[in-house]
């Protein structure tokens, strides 16, 4: 790596740390004091989006505190990290993640907080709920197809690795829709 990529790579990264820096929301302030956590690991597909649908649903009975976090991979980042516009490439993309998640959220009735990690899934979805002593850690079902099977081959799977080796419930939810849809085929 030449001098200029070593630069590169530290604005490069410096960027990310100021961008996650702006995504953690807290939800709205109420009286009620939660008895309960639960960590809800978030993405961009729509596995994930019916976890957090059901986490919400389950928060309120619960009275727990929703934890929701997008840990920023791959799929996040701009193609060409090399354009101008690169950083501003990927605060667009966390910010559009942490806007549908807020939305979903807005519906919330309890204590929620959304964040933006940066680091393993696993691990990070595993400190999280052991910080907030977690009773659960919700989860979207994988995406499916080749490279969910190439994660799991590779024990590179989240849900695989928490499955294993987190110390609480882990639980799976599916894409509804996507299951209603080959039904309906």
Known sequence: MTTDDDQRSRGQNSALDEVEKQLSVDGPVTDMTPSHHVVVGFDRHPSSQQ???????????????????????????????????????????????????????????????????????????AALADTHDAWMIILGTARGGVMSAVDRALGVSVSAHL???????????????????????
């Open 51 to 125: 976890a957090l649908r059901f986490a919400i649903t389950l928060a309120a009975p619960l009275n727990a505190h929703l934890h929701v976090a997008h840990i920023v991979d791959l799929e996040d980042f701009p193609i060409d990290p090399d354009s101008d516009d690169w950083e501003q490439r990927l605060a667009d993309a966390l910010a559009q993640e942490r806007t549908v998640a807020c939305d979903l959220l807005a519906g919330s009735a309890g204590k929620w907080t959304y964040t933006a990690h940066h680091g393993d899934p696993a691990h990070v979805l």
């Open 163 to 185: 499955l294993r080796h987190a110390r609480r419930p882990v639980v799976m939810v599916p894409d509804i829709s996507a299951s209603m849809t080959k039904d309906l085929e």
